[in-house]
């Protein structure tokens, strides 16, 4: 049933976003998949729009979620997405987190191949988790780090709300983990639990003081919001790379070096930038994407 579902489910999405071509399996056709979230979204039409400049007829499955993409990945619905390292190692290979972004990368490079997943070359693009306050509200209480957040939280325990979503307050290497790693503890009356789409608008809003969020995200830089030093390393690695079927690999071999050329010129502030075109300033994934491309130097 899971796979009739998920088969469906490609077809749907690629039959809406095919760029030609009558079947998966012509010659020169790559299947490109990618997860639902804006990042994800420029991340899948930059590739599509890339290898169609490079002459490939391009197939996009994008908005699955991380455990159908990785599935259709492994069924062979589609050729090559982008992972992130941390996503993984915990999820996928259900394997401790790495804080360290080349261990994590090594060791989920060496343990996909086996299954003939091939990991390309990592971006400098570290997608983690991150601990978010108004950059005024923590210049006032001299706070930069975790650490210092941790101290001020110890000794004013009442004074600030946290804002969590419920992944994050239920992980061991999230909410629980963090005051454990860093000895601390917000009181239960002060954590307010809510969706992820809702965290960054309470912070700027002043409905909470500190928030969860990830690093990459445009919000940050859009509403004048300031990610703490993780000064004790406590956050998994989640670079992000192309993975590509090994199959696919050996077919076309030149995809290894293009796909790196655009991996090569991601970081995270270029992500970051990326994101706050497309959430903040409202501009469309497709014109982003291709921008930047062009402003690399990767496309004409």
Not at 57 to 82: F, I, P
Not at 146 to 166: C, E, M, R
């Amino acid at each position: 049933m899971g796979t009739m579902v998920l088969l469906l489910v490609f077809s749907l999405v690629a039959c809406s976003n095919a760029s030609g071509g009558s079947s998966g399996n012509s010659e020169g056709t790559i299947k490109v998949g990618g997860k639902g979230f804006t990042e994800q979204q420029i991340l899948s039409t930059m590739t599509s729009i890339y290898l169609k400049e490079k002459g490939y007829d391009v197939e996009e499955a994008s908005n699955m979620g991380s455990t159908v993409v990785r599935k259709a990945l492994e069924n062979g619905q589609v050729d090559m997405y982008w992972e992130y390292t941390g996503t993984a190692l915990v999820i996928f290979q259900k394997q401790d987190p790495l804080a360290d972004s080349e261990k994590a990368y090594q060791k989920v490079k060496e343990t996909d191949e086996k299954d003939g997943l091939m990991w390309l070359e990592k971006a400098d693009l570290n997608n983690t988790y991150s601990i978010l306050m108004k950059e005024e509200k923590a210049k006032n209480l001299g706070i930069k780090s975790i650490s210092d957040l941790a101290n001020y939280v110890d000794k004013n325990p009442n004074k600030l709300k946290f804002a969590s979503n419920a992944e994050f307050y239920a992980r061991e290497d999230g909410m629980k983990g963090l005051q454990e790693h860093y000895g601390f503890e917000f009181p239960s009356k002060n954590v307010v639990k809510m969706d992820s789409g809702l965290l960054y608008n309470a912070l700027k809003d002043g409905q909470v003081d500190v928030s969860v969020g990830f690093a990459t995200d445009g919000r940050i830089k859009g509403f004048n919001l300031l990610a703490l030093e993780d000064d004790k390393n406590f956050f998994p690695a989640y670079n992000v790379a192309p993975v590509v079927r090994e199959k696919v690999l050996n077919k076309y071999p030149e995809l290894n070096d293009l796909m790196n050329k655009v991996s090569g010129n991601l970081n995270t502030e270029a992500m970051m930038q990326l994101n706050y075109k497309v959430d903040v300033e409202h501009k469309e994934v497709s014109k982003v994407a291709r921008n930047w491309l062009k402003e690399q130097g990767l496309i004409e």
